[in-house]
């Protein structure tokens, strides 16, 4: 069974960056798609970005591009997201996510089987 295990979050100021980590436990986190979703206060939870398992393709809520950027390291099965000029709208719980089809880089949170608890981010103005 896949375990993930996000750290990074914390209390920022706005403009500030910051970093998430996931890591992976098992066999299969190279070969899939590794996504990043977030619940803001009071909302459903919402896409963020998503990598295929090679590294090469990503994608991105379009509000969020040229913000954050996903990357991973699958000789850590580690999966990153990078995230600067924080605004306090980016409070919310983040979430790593894998999906073992890794023909598929999909924003729909429902192709992911494993989820991690998440951690949060709260963006102070």
């Known amino acids: 069974q896949v375990q993930l295990v996000e750290s990074g979050g914390g209390l920022v100021q706005t403009g500030d960056s910051l970093r998430l980590s996931c890591t992976a436990s098992?066999?299969?986190?190279?070969?899939?798609?590794m996504g990043w979703f977030r619940q803001l206060p009071g909302k459903e939870r919402e896409f963020v970005a998503a990598?295929?398992?090679?590294?090469?393709?990503?994608t991105y809520a379009d509000s969020l591009k040229g913000r954050f950027t996903i990357s991973r390291d699958n000789t850590r099965n580690a999966v990153y997201l990078q995230m600067k000029n924080l605004k306090p709208e980016d409070t919310a719980v983040y979430y790593c996510?894998?999906?073992?089809?890794?023909?598929?880089?999909?924003?729909?949170?429902?192709?992911?089987?494993?989820w991690g608890h998440g951690t949060q981010v709260t963006v102070s103005s």
């Open positions: 996510a894998q999906d073992d089809n890794r023909s598929r880089i999909s924003p729909v949170a429902s192709y992911y089987s494993s």
């Open positions: 098992g066999h299969t986190f190279s070969e899939s798609t």
């Open positions: 990598i295929a398992w090679s590294g090469q393709t990503t």
